[in-house]
């Protein structure tokens, strides 16, 4: 973030801290509310059957092309502000809280693998009205996006995958701490969301303290259903289709991983291509499992040309 712009969010923070008379959940409230209207973003909701799903979509919409986002495990629809902020001046951004997350409804029993989620996922967005966009994934939103464009090559435009899930050719950190029992990705006592972010991220942004503890209590609160969510995505990765589907993308497909990634092995980048048709990969140096929170202009410029070169090049 900007140093400016930084300056200005620990101004309102300050100011609003002080007129919410220090509540945390006041402070945490604020700052997500600046960090989407800073972004060109507003929140939202639908009901699709007996599931309640939150979204952020253009606070004004623009004469351009549509794009979906797809958070990772255990994430949520803003960690795709700072990304978004670079394209709602040309594009209509829609960020999407997948069941199970953020604050959309999390029911326990619905299924999470791959498969169950990408479903799911065309009825959210048929829902929505949308039927011919652009589709942006992370982590297991990578896998569910790649999915998504082998299982409706027609709706979709292009796929840009951010360290995304799937293949395991390559072994990664979590996977020895989880084969030991121990899943950093899920935080179940204070101190663990810190762990996470961590674990996950090697360019750190600037996030208050007092934001920190809400979203380390939210996460701590939601430990039952991204257990049930993880053992669903481990069983989805543990299978061959996965890698035989993503054969059948027909749509361009830009793969950019953070080099220092210790979630999804940055080897694992070379398989996909392998297996996508109309695949290229960009390594970032010194960046983690999330490039679009870590270096969201750097992130936003890679997707700009990768859609200028595409365009020429079909």
Known sequence: MPRFATRNLLFVLTVSLLLSACSRQGLYDTAIGLERSMSGLEADTLVVGELTIAYLRNEQPVDGETIVMIHGFGANKDNWTRLAKHLTG????????LPGHGDSSKPLDIGYHFDEQTNRLATILDE??????????????????????????????SATLFDPAGIWAYESDLSDQVM?????????????FERLVDFALEKKPFVPWPVYSVMEEKAIANREVNTVIFS???????ASAFSER??????????VWGQEDRITDPRNADIFVQQIPDARKVILEGVGHAPMIEVPEESARLFRQFLAESVKTR
């Open 90 to 97: 040309d594009f209509n951004v829609y960020a999407i809280d």
């Open 128 to 157: 929505l009205g949308l039927d011919r966009f652009h589709m942006m994934g992370n982590s297991m939103g990578g896998a569910i996006t790649a999915l998504y464009a082998a299982n409706f090559p027609g709706q979709i435009r």
């Open 180 to 192: 030991a029992g121990d899943n950093p990705l899920i935080p179940t006592k204070e101190g663990d």
């Open 232 to 238: 669903d995505i481990r069983d989805s990765t543990m």
């Open 246 to 255: 993503i054969t059948e993308i027909q749509a361009p497909v830009l793969i």
